[in-house]
Structures are given as structure tokens and as C-alpha cells.
């Protein structure tokens, strides 16, 4: 069964860092992209962030270029997303999501973590 | 940027109905559209990609439609456990972009 769990959301104030992490199991981890997809208080989906299996070509949103950085552990499974820079419009629920291997639509979700950036 | 506009926002169905929802994209994606819904403190799960599969598990009552610019969402008969909010997403081009969102509610 495929799982993915986040981790690592908090209470920060602006101008803070924060790393959320992101468990996978279930699948070949090198094998299939992963996307972070965040979603602010009341709010639609917004993507953030992307890396292909390899870690090797990352992709952001244009609001986080520069202050967010995703990488991941091929050995830990894990995909992180290294915030800085936070603001109060970076408060939201971040999920990790799984490629589908065939294209970069999302075929399973973790449960998400949430920031809360504090001013 | 490409920008995906959904329609309508909000909209009300009986059990039973047949509901369809548009989704517009500001330039062509080709067919490289998926369309998700979501329950209120839950996570997002996929329910087709490539604008028209549907993914493993979906009920076949969700069907989707369109390509380059314009597709639509069609239930052909809504069950009490549909009523969320759905989203499409365009995945030809980072960064991928979703549509604001579609809350459908009972009425």
C-alpha cells in the first residue's frame, strides 16, 4: 500500500525556516516524482513544488523561488522542503503527493502538516 | 504561468442529478488535465487524469472531457458522498496549476 506522511509543520514566526519532511512507502521511491501542494486556511490548492525521482530537476512557484528548496533522500524515501523566509501567506496545510509516473498529476496523498506563520 | 478557471464556483444538486463542471485553461494543455475532489479536512484524491481516465477505483459515474483549452467534469448521477469541492490541475508545464475550485453542495 502506498503511504506518504508529513511532518514537521509548527507555529513560526515571520522571517523563521521550518524543513517539512515527507515519508514514503509502498512504491519504488526513485522512481516517480513528488509534488508538495499547500492550501491556506479556507482556501483552494496551490501548487508549490516538485522533484523528479532522481532528485535531480526540481520546479517551483514563483511566490516561494528563492526562499523554498525541495530535495530528497533516495536511501531515507523521504522528499524535504526547506522553507525560509516564511511570511503569513505561507500558512496553509502542506501535503506531499505522488506522481503517477505517467504525467505529474497527483495519484496519492500524505494527510498534510500544517505551518502557521506568526506575526 | 498557465491559468485554470473553473465554473461554476458553488452549486447545489439533489441526489440523483446529473451535475457538470467546466474548467477552462488560458492557454492549450493539450489533454494533460486531472480533476480531484475533496472533503472538508481531508486530502485531495485523484479521480481522472489525461482528461478522461479514470483512475483505479473511481466510480464510473465521474467522466471527463476536452482537450486543449476546455474540459469538463460530468457525475452522472450524484451519490451523498460527492458533495465536495473539486478541482482540476494542468500538469503540461510547471508550475501546475489548479483551478480555484468547484463546491458542490446539497440541496
Known amino acids: 500500500e502506498v503511504k506518504l506522511l508529513e511532518s514537521g509543520g509548527d ?24 509534488n508538495w501542494v ?44 526547506q522553507m525560509s523566509g516564511l511570511t503569513v501567506e ?7 503527493a505522488k506522481t503517477g509516473g505517467i504525467g505529474w498529476f497527483d495519484d ?12 | 504561468d498557465i491559468q485554470m478557471t473553473q465554473s461554476p464556483s458553488s452549486l447545489s444538486a439533489s441526489v440523483g442529478d446529473r451535475v457538470t463542471i467546466t474548467c477552462r485553461a488560458s492557454q492549450g494543455i493539450s489533454y494533460f488535465l486531472a480533476w480531484y475532489h475533496q472533503k472538508p479536512g481531508r486530502a485531495p484524491k485523484l479521480l481522472l ?21 476546455d474540459f469538463t467534469l460530468t ?10 469541492t473539486y478541482y482540476c490541475q494542468q500538469y503540461v508545464s510547471a508550475p501546475h496549476t489548479f483551478g480555484q475550485g468547484t463546491k458542490l453542495e446539497i440541496k
Open chain 1, 38 to 81: 499547500r492550501q491556506a486556511p479556507g482556501k483552494g490548492l496551490e501548487w508549490v513544488s516538485a522533484i523528479n525521482g532522481a532528485g535531480t530537476d526540481t520546479y517551483y512557484t514563483d511566490s516561494v523561488k528563492g526562499r523554498f528548496t525541495i530535495f530528497k533522500d533516495n536511501s531515507k524515501n523521504t522528499v524535504y522542503l
Open chain 2, 49 to 69: 487524469y489525461g482528461a478522461s481516465r479514470l483512475y483505479s477505483g473511481v466510480s464510473s459515474r465521474f467522466s471527463g472531457s476536452g482537450s486543449g483549452t
Open chain 2, 75 to 84: 457525475i452522472s448521477s450524484l451519490q451523498p458522498e460527492d458533495f465536495a
Open chain 1, 90 to 96: 505561507d500558512t496553509a496545510v502542506y501535503y506531499c
Open chain 1, 11 to 34: 507555529l513560526v514566526p515571520v522571517g523563521g525556516s521550518l524543513r517539512l519532511s515527507c515519508a514514503a512507502s509502498g512504491f519504488t521511491f526513485s522512481d516517480y516524482a513528488i
Open chain 1, 108 to 119: 496519492c496523498w500524505g494527510q498534510g502538516t500544517l505551518v502557521t506563520v506568526s506575526s
